[in-house]
């Protein structure tokens, strides 16, 4: 069995759709300045237009960057597409597959999002896999069953393409509400898809959790044994708050 000790700490910042060139070069400025390779893996997913800013400010750090989505096609007639091989040209690390606002804003299916981790994996990327119920699913009882059936073909992509991976559980209510999952809630699943990861022989693959994290709830979030980090949405935009998250 795969120890948490094994697995190394990662907080990865999702910016969505905010940012300026003047207000990111402060925020990218701060990240670097502060070297937190100390704490923890660090990074940020930008906006596309943003992947070069990001690219000259972090360049040399410890601070990794990466996208918000990535195409399931190499190229081709894919208007508003950008594609794996694109986003390695500006030294991304990371690309989001399966953002819960992906899944219900542009109705990308499982399948689809195992498409785009495939496809980001073939640029030599990694992506960070999202799954997460909505409210009325949670209530229902459904939670489990909604993570497994998401789950089912990034699984079945086997366990040498998991072993390139980061998953992250995000509950959609818990997205941008204010509420977060109590430790106890988000271990239950982490600790589900950590079960199903090590049936594959990738117990090691990393898993984060997501939704309204903070510097105040990081540390208990943290003390669970199967959450090996977080990624922060609109926390991520505040540098201090950011580095709080991430010393925690």
Same mark, same amino acid.
């Given at each position: 069995?795969?120890?948490?000790?094994?697995?190394?700490?990662?907080?990865?910042?999702?910016?969505?759709?905010? =940012?300026?060139?003047?207000?990111?070069?402060?925020?990218?400025?701060?990240?670097?300045?502060?070297?937190?390779? !100390?704490?923890?893996?660090?990074?940020?997913?930008?906006?596309?237009?943003?992947?070069?800013?990001?690219?000259?400010?972090?360049?040399?750090?410890?601070?990794?960057?990466?996208?918000?989505?990535?195409?399931?096609?190499?190229?081709?007639?894919?208007?508003?597409?950008? !594609?794996?091989?694109?986003?390695?040209?500006?030294?991304?690390?990371?690309?989001?597959?399966?953002?819960?606002?992906?899944?219900?804003?542009?109705?990308?299916?499982?399948?689809?999002?195992?498409?785009? %981790?495939?496809? %980001?994996?073939?640029?030599?990327?990694?992506?960070?896999?999202?799954?997460?119920? !909505?409210?009325?699913?949670?209530?229902?009882?459904?939670?489990?069953?909604?993570?497994?059936?998401?789950?089912?073909?990034?699984?079945?992509?086997?366990?040498?393409?998991?072993?390139?991976?980061?998953?992250?559980?995000?509950?959609?209510?818990?997205? =941008?509400?204010?509420?977060?999952?109590?430790?106890?809630?988000?271990?239950?699943?982490?600790?589900?898809?950590?079960?199903?990861?090590?049936?594959?022989? %990738?117990?090691?693959?990393?898993?984060?959790?997501?939704?309204?994290?903070?510097?105040?709830?990081?540390?208990?979030?943290?003390?669970?044994?199967?959450?090996?980090?977080?990624?922060?949405?609109?926390?991520?935009?505040?540098?201090?708050?950011?580095?709080?998250?991430?010393?925690?």
């Amino acid at each position: 069995m795969t120890s948490v000790e094994n697995r190394a700490r990662l907080v990865l910042g999702n910016w969505k759709m905010h =940012g300026s060139l003047a207000e990111n070069a402060a925020l990218l400025d701060a990240l670097r300045a502060a070297d937190p390779a !100390s704490h923890c893996e660090i990074g940020v997913c930008v906006p596309f237009p943003y992947l070069a800013q990001a690219a000259s400010a972090l360049g040399g750090s410890s601070v990794s960057w990466g996208a918000q989505d990535v195409s399931a096609h190499a190229k081709g007639a894919y208007t508003g597409e950008v !594609s794996g091989a694109m986003l390695s040209e500006f030294g991304c690390r990371w690309a989001l597959a399966g953002h819960s606002e992906r899944r219900s804003l542009h109705g990308e299916t499982d399948q689809a999002v195992a498409d785009k %981790a495939r496809a %980001a994996l073939d640029a030599g990327l990694t992506p960070v896999v999202c799954v997460g119920e !909505s409210l009325a699913e949670r209530e229902g009882g459904n939670t489990l069953g909604v993570i497994e059936r998401q789950l089912e073909p990034i699984l079945a992509l086997g366990a040498d393409a998991l072993a390139r991976m980061v998953l992250a559980y995000e509950p959609v209510w818990a997205i =941008g509400t204010g509420r977060t999952a109590t430790p106890e809630q988000a271990q239950e699943v982490h600790g589900a898809i950590r079960v199903a990861l090590r049936g594959l022989g %990738a117990g090691q693959v990393r898993v984060l959790y997501g939704g309204s994290v903070k510097a105040a709830n990081a540390a208990t979030l943290f003390a669970m044994p199967d959450i090996d980090g977080a990624l922060v949405g609109g926390a991520s935009l505040v540098a201090d708050e950011f580095l709080r998250i991430a010393a925690a």
